[in-house]
């Protein structure tokens, strides 16, 4: 057995550190047989006389590595996920709840530590304090492990910190032999459920610790195939339609089948399965795909997972018995109905598989009233105590309800703002906390798009409407299908939007699902791992469309009763609203928000989504302190920004109004003068263009401050760098065609991020800041005149030396006291810099005695200080990232606290030693991030801006950051 142990072990692939010390050693696998003496058990649990009385404390012995749990009390609580991991913690309050739990114990993630820091091998107090755990269940259960006549059997699952659904591995039915399986038999008088349960703990012994996968990605799991052949050989198509014999023929193939493979026998000592068990528990964690899992939620490899042990109860039973799974509140809508699946006479991952559709909780109603009430019971104990929706996993034993697992429940978007809002209203959670449960980032879902219903009617009509599953992640994505992670992986490099298709998703297919655009399952219900998954990440999802039917062998999808068949690259379309799956392409449409806010299409009694996202918005404004305004150009860009909530536009791009509609001509004019007066006169052209469209910003606007930066990139990004366009120009400036190259190629630069731009254009050309400050304050005159209260604010770029700025700032500061003069009208106006250069932050003292405010221009802040430039930086900034963790984000989306975030602080610091209202802002990429929110915040920042879609994340984030999330 100690053979067979080590082989598992060793097969798995397991980082481990002191390769052979430990090896050796294995003090506890080895003396298996000592353990089974029943005395020694005896005496460790008299000498530790304390748990029961300590379990309301909740506070573990130093150095204790195993909790135990059951019958209304508990040596740990539901804080202590640290140490029990989130599934040992939530058992152990569930049972403080009296919720009804089987007991058990949880070996603790320090357990976990010193595995991986120790060889491989255990705490030497560890098998005393397992034993002892394992007696007091005994003693409660009046069962006794591996007893030939009442055996007590268990389950091993993992359970870290995090959940980390579907990555570790649950074993069932431990401490099955031929000897005790024919005591179960004689106690149940039902020989089919134990050799069905038998069955099962040889699979998952064999899969889990003995490590017999599938070898390729198309061979099919060895033991569903034997079992397949057996429901085939008998001409029956369910598992519970084979018969005890039947399934006691499948135990003995099943552990051939292990010995073949794997030329190891099955472990018949109880004792030696548990440790087996545990140590496949503890070799999990590194397995390949929890480290994935890990890598794509930041989840620290220093956490190691808890080890639960836990008395069986039998869902596999018979009719009056079942298993399922529930949140406490849907968690894709955020209705608050009680949302479940359930099989009966099913044991474990049936629910969850996907091999058999589940039925809807309320079916249980009808099936066992009795069950159903007391479910509902659990329901708002748990929802009252954890003031939270939770995901739950319950078994019917016989008419009695068991609760096997209780965890905060993973949520859409929607759904998290929705459940926020209506606690709230519920008086279970108070506005603040709602505004700390909804992910920033996540917003955009509720921003998302969704099929044009036109669209939908038509593809209907045409017959492109292929199959309906269920509703399992919001959104509408078109894409090609790729049957395969790997196959999702390679089109979405390639730049395909991909849709991933499969039977069912699993664990190792967690790559292909991030690269995936949406995820289509033909099996498994609303908690199937696609859907857990798919939901968690944010993807359009629909799952259990069962008339699909997928060959992975042939690579093709065929759709019931059609003759359509679907190929790899096939494009098709999903919506993860309804369900439907649509063959083909097709357009999408903005979400309700953005047809409420935005196109005015829609009217917001009609739109829940809308409402609920209105509510949170009106929380965070309450609670946030930084001011929002967003980056727009254009009019109708700054009225989105302000229905979605902007108070201002905090960085105007100028030159990309010269690309608008007749003005890239007069503006390559400028830029190919080669005399001040021929410039001058371009300019003269382009003044009353610029000015209509500061007019209609500041119209748009209605008295909020607008930011304009002077115009800032090199001048020959302007210019056309092909014949046919120079040609164009030459044309209609009346000259040679050489002339336009040459005075192309005059302005190529090496480096034109560090070269003739920003407020360098303005000093060498100083004619150009002169018209645009003009431009901007007669559009400000006129609109004033209207009516409408205008706060322009312009925004010189690149400064590094004041000087800079003091020649820039006159000319503004004359040209706006020409302008109020002549138009006889008055209103404020700030002249202020952008700080994107060090030396711009360094010298930030003397900067602000010139400038009325600051904003930092994040994006150059950060190409100048890490001397990166973002557009040559996609080779090696990944790798950085992903690879070295050089930094923990990709700088250029959330800033570098440690570099860029100094120079920040100490440019804040510096400025307003010399200003002190100062006003200080960014309108970097950055300004959308929450995590860069976060940074604004600390610095004492005024507002942060960003794209006008991501003001309604930038409102969030603020918020929380305010509150201190
Ligand atoms: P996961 O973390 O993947 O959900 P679990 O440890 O929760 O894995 O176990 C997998 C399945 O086995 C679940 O359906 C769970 O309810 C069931 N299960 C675990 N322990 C027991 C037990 N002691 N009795 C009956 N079913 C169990
Ligand atoms: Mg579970
Ligand atoms: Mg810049």
Known sequence: MARAQKRARTAKPVRRPAAKAGSKAKPVVRTTTAAKAKPVARTTTAAKAKPAARAKTAAGKAGQLVY????????????????????????????????????????????????????????????????????????????RFADPDAPLLVSVRSGARASMPGMMDTILNLGLNDTTVQGVIRETGNARFAWDSYRRFVAMYGDVVLNLKPESK?????????????????????????????????????????????????????????WGAVGAVFGSWMNPRAITYRKLNDIPESWGTAVNVQSMVFGNMGADSGTGVAFTRDPASGENLFYGEFLMNAQGEDVVAGTRTPLHISDLERENPQVYKQLMGVRRTLEKHYREVMDIEFTIQQGTLYMLQCRVGKRTATAAARIA??????????????????????????????????????????????????NAGPGAASGVIAFHAEDAERLAAEGKRVILVRNETSPEDIRGMAAAEGILTARGGMTSHAALVGRQMGKVCVVGCDALDINYERGDMRIGGRDLVLREGDPVSIDGFSGEVYAGDMPTRPSEVVQVLIEKALDPAEAPVYQVYAQLMKWADKARTLGIRANADLPEQCEQAIAFGAEGVGLCRTEHMFFGEGKIQPMRRMILAETKAARQEALADLLPLQRADFEGIFRALGGRPLTVRTIDPPL????????????EIANELGVPVEKVRARVEQ????????????????????????????????????????????????????????????????????????????????????????????RGALTAGAIAKEAEFFSFGTNDLTQTTLGVSRDDAARFLQPYVAEYEIYGRDPFESIDRDGVGELMQLAAERGRATRKDLKIGICGEHGGDPASIRLCQELGLDYVSCSPFRVPIARLAAAQAALGR
């Open 421 to 470: 809002v209506e606690m709230v209203r519920e008086r279970l959670i108070t506005p603040d906390e709602a505004l700390r449960r909804v992910e920033p980032e996540r917003l955009n879902e509720l921003l998302r798009p969704v099929f044009d219903q036109d669209a939908k009617t038509r593809a209907e009509a045409e017959g492109r409407l292929l199959a309906k599953g269920l």
């Open 716 to 727: 020959h990004e302007f210019l056309p760098h092909d014949h046919d366009g120079q040609q």
């Open 68 to 143: 135990g749990f059951g019958g209304g009390r508990a040596d740990g609580s539901a804080d202590m996920k640290g140490l029990l991991g989130g599934k040992g913690a939530n058992l152990a309050e569930m049972a403080r709840l009296g919720l009804p739990v089987p007991p058990g114990f949880t070996i603790s993630t320090e357990v976990c530590t010193y595995y991986y820091t120790h060889g491989d091998t255990y705490p030497p107090r560890l098998r005393e304090e397992v034993q002892a755990a394992l007696a007091k269940v005994e003693r409660a259960l009046g069962r």
């Open 218 to 274: 198309t061979e099919e799991d060895p033991f569903e195939v034997a079992l397949a052949e057996k429901k085939r050989q008998r001409g029956v198509s369910l598992d519970t339609e084979l018969t005890a014999d039947d399934l006691r023929e499948l135990v003995a193939e099943f552990k051939a089948l292990i010995k073949m493979r794997k030329g190891v026998d099955f472990p018949e000592d109880p004792w030696d399965q548990l």
């Open 747 to 838: 302005l190529h630069e090496f480096n034109p991020m560090l070269g003739f731009r920003g407020c360098r254009l303005g000093i060498v050309y100083p004619e150009i800041t002169e018209m645009q400050a003009r431009a901007i304050f007669e559009a400000a005159a006129r609109v004033k005149k209207d009516g409408i209260k205008v706060h322009p604010e312009v925004m010189i770029p690149l400064v590094g030396h004041v000087k800079e700025l003091e020649l820039q700032a006159a000319i503004v500061r004359r040209v706006a006291g020409e302008v109020m003069k002549a138009e006889g009208v008055k209103f404020p106006y700030l002249v202020g810099t952008m700080i994107e250069v060090p």
